[in-house]
């Protein structure tokens, strides 16, 4: 069986932590948290101010907000180059595809990959990232754990003929129809989007309503037939806009 989220889950938790805030002291919970962004400001170990702040019942959110704004936010290596293999045995027919419909775009064909939500498995996205480069693609692949409004700031930035989402949480009906939503009003509606993840039956036919193009699952396993879909999309997109 193929676990999904409990559709209520979030408004559970939302209500939870609504309730939790309109029971706490306000006015300590600020002090704390002033104390903690002081701490991450100077040379003060910011473990004390931390525990105080949980003490005060702020949340792992409003922890977390105060020491990003003061240190940023890592982002780890992807380990996917912009460079291409060498090993290009057998993409010569993707790679024609490819170069035709850049020709019709008028630019090098852009691919947007990216993982929406805290979904941490990010293979099946690299090979993806990795077949799309190889193939001739300029592709935009940043990692892991992204939110729908960063995933529609990256597509504003890099202007891609088709965006690929990968979703292995389960979570793919809510943060697939939310990022569709901002695309819409980001006026990014028309850019074609695909999905791949472990996905039931039943859920992809619910997304391919929502207006996603095509939904891949691991029995989903040829590459170049993938690759080969995407240029497709993106060709129709061009003559679309014709």
Known sequence: AITVIDQSAEAEQTARL????????????TEALEDLRDACESDRNVMPASIK????????????????AAFGQYRAPTGVSTS??????????VRE???????????RMKFLIAKPGLDG???????????ARDVGMNITYEGIRFTPSEIVAAAKDSGPHV?????????????????????????????PVVVGGI?????????????????????????????LDIVQLADRQQVAAE
């Open 18 to 29: 609504e309730a939790w805030r309109r029971d706490r002291d306000d006015a300590a919970v």
């Open 53 to 68: 702040a949980a003490k005060a019942g702020a949340t792992t959110g409003e922890w977390g907000d105060v020491v990003r």
């Open 84 to 93: 291409p293999s060498n090993r290009t045995e057998g993409l010569d027919d």
């Open 97 to 107: 595809a490819v170069d035709a419909v850049s020709t019709r775009l008028g630019e």
């Open 121 to 131: 498995h990010s293979n099946g996205a690299e090979q993806i990232a990795v077949r």
């Open 163 to 191: 965006i690929g989402l990968s979703i292995l949480s389960g979570s793919h009906l809510q943060l697939i129809r939310e990022t569709l939503v901002e695309l819409r009003c980001a006026g990014l509606g028309a850019v």
């Open 199 to 227: 996905i039931p039956d039943g859920d992809a036919t619910r997304l391919r309503a929502m207006g996603v193009a095509q939904v891949y699952t691991p029995r989903d396993f040829e590459l170049n037939r993938i690759m």
